[in-house]
């Protein structure tokens, strides 16, 4: 029977959308990993990044992820790259299952061409580069997540697809889970 569902993506696949509505369908809490690290930290994580550096914020992110795999009943939305480390990897199967919500590139690009909130991003969108450089960028860094997005329970396509339609179809996916 599981407990926990860990919602994995890249930035703008629909993790901060999607989770609590899924929570609430289940009666289950949210807890989006970013917001509670800037909450926590009283900072943005582009702010986060700028001061203590991705690897730094990668070791404080393990630690939220960590504290948070031991609640029961919870729907918990990761960061883009939280998924691409073994050792998250590892605690996430133990704990509960993964559910991947996969976008396209372009879709990725459509989603994020105009936000500054994204720090892996920001320079790409402060500087106005051309959607080849942000599709090819976007592409990269997929190809090196891909092989931890892969290891998911749940894969789950979100391009072009309504919310409501989105969590209609999870929420029969993950009850199978919930009830085994």
Known sequence: MTKRFYLTGFM????????????????????????????????TIVEIFDEFGEEKFRKIENEFLTRYSKLDEVVIALGGGTIASDENIELMQKTG?????????????????????????????????????????????????????NKADIILDTDNRPVGITVDKLAKLVKRYIYE
């Open 12 to 43: 703008t696949s629909g993790k901060s959308t999607i989770g609590p509505i899924l929570a609430n369908v289940l009666g289950w809490d949210f807890y989006d990993l970013d917001k509670s690290i800037e909450e926590e930290y009283n900072k």
């Open 97 to 149: 299952k993964i559910i991947y919500l996969r976008a396209t590139p372009e879709m990725i690009y459509k989603r994020i061409k105009n936000k500054t909130d994204r720090p892996l991003f920001r320079d790409l969108v402060l500087s106005g580069n051309k959607p080849e450089d942000f599709i090819k960028r976007i592409t990269d860094l997929l190809s090196k997540r891909e092989k931890y997005y």
